[in-house]
């Protein structure tokens, strides 16, 4: 079964950081181009940005709200895929999902992990 | 920066046809996918690729893309498919992904 479990989410003040993961299982993960969304309460769907295959050279895009300030990453080796989150914000408030497309017409979406940003 | 744009709502009754919109300067060369998320739930994928269905998605749920704007149509649409759709494509580049506002789709 391909799943993804995300973890990591919690409460943050303001200006602080935190490290969200993402464990990938079912499908050859080192091959995935793997994707952060997140949703904020009552609001739409928002790409945070996406980490390529490293055969495919291994490279990060990222959304204008959170370049510069979000660091995507990937371990091959574990199966997991991280978000560095720095000098968060109270509009960072939201869900986050790993996302991946694993095959024509087939994506996978994790349950999604809470991140709180308020003093 | 890119944007789709989606109309908020839509509202139809039982067994009519429900269209909802996703215009962007990018989508006569990118193509549109189109979500189904219910509350509290992940997203479903119900297109992907302008116009193709998942297995598992009921044939009442097809799409269109002419020109800048693609089209999510549900003929005879039921009560159950009441949820908010959302659109989504890259920038003319390929590597920015933006999803659109999100349309509230009522079936009353």
């Known amino acids: 079964e391909v799943q993804l479990v995300e973890s990591g989410g919690g409460l943050v003040k303001p200006g602080g950081s935190l490290r969200l993961s993402c464990a990938a299982s079912?499908?050859?993960?080192?091959?995935?181009?793997m994707s952060w969304v997140r949703q904020a309460p009552g609001k739409g769907l928002e790409w945070v940005g996406r980490?390529?295959?490293?055969?495919?050279?291994?490279?990060?895009d990222y959304a204008a709200p959170v370049k510069g300030r979000f660091t995507i990453s990937r371990d091959d080796s574990k199966n997991t895929l991280y978000l560095q989150m720095n000098s968060l914000k109270t509009e960072d408030t939201a869900v986050y999902y790993c996302?991946?497309?694993?095959?024509?017409?087939?994506?996978?979406w994790g349950q999604g992990t809470t991140v709180t940003v308020s003093s | 920066s890119y944007e789709l744009t989606q109309p908020p709502s839509v509202s139809v009754s039982p067994g009519q046809t429900a269209r909802i919109t996703c215009s962007g300067d990018?989508?006569?060369?990118?193509?549109a996918y189109w979500y189904q998320q219910k509350s509290g739930q992940a997203p479903v994928l119900v297109i992907y690729?302008?116009?193709k269905r998942p297995s598992g998605i009921p044939e009442r749920f097809s799409g269109s893309s002419s020109g800048t704007m693609a089209t999510l149509t549900i003929s005879g649409a039921q009560v159950e498919d009441e949820a908010d759709y959302y659109c989504?494509?890259?920038?003319?580049?390929?590597?920015?992904?933006?999803f659109g506002g999100g349309t509230k789709l009522t079936v009353l």
């Open positions: 996302w991946v497309v694993v095959d024509y017409g087939m994506d996978v």
């Open positions: 079912g499908f050859t993960f080192s091959n995935a181009w």
């Open positions: 980490i390529k295959s490293k055969t495919d050279g291994g490279t990060t």
């Open positions: 990018a989508l006569p060369k990118k193509y």
């Open positions: 690729e302008d116009s």
């Open positions: 989504y494509s890259t920038d003319s580049s390929g590597n920015l992904v933006v």
